[in-house]
Nanobody, 130 residues
């Protein structure tokens, strides 16, 4: 499975960007997908993750992006998107898309931890100017 992220750029505070991730090598259906980010001097962190299986789907949003970021997937096109609205300077980071066949939970809640993902795309830089 190969992933190719794109769509990063420079945007003013309050602006919007849509990141895209093209997944190739395997149908996207039933893969867990995620967007992660790494800001300068910080560890990589999960932003949003999405699972899809025959029994249903799950979503995880990191608290700081709830209500502003939305993940979507187009299984027919093998594409994953991250719509980012109301961007803030603290959203500045390199963003990565990732995929894995497994979904992990803590109790009833889906987790979004980078170490659980086996397939990664290259990063795309997002810079939000103040």
């Amino acid at each position: 499975v190969q992933l190719q992220a794109s769509g990063g750029g420079v945007v003013d505070t309050g602006g919007s960007l849509r990141l895209s991730c093209e997944v190739s090598g395997h149908p996207l259906e039933y893969y867990t997908l995620g967007w992660f980010r790494q800001a300068p001097g910080k560890e990589r962190a999960g932003v949003v993750c999405s699972s899809s299986s025959r029994s249903g789907s799950s979503l995880y949003y990191e608290d700081s992006v709830k209500g502003r970021f939305t993940i979507s997937r187009d299984n027919a096109k093998n594409m994953v998107y991250l719509q980012m609205n109301s961007l803030k300077p603290e959203d500045t980071a390199v963003y990565y898309c990732a995929a894995d066949r497994q979904t992990y939970y803590r109790g009833n809640h889906m987790t979004c931890i980078g170490a659980d993902f086996g397939f990664w795309g290259q990063g795309t830089q997002v810079t939000v100017s103040s």
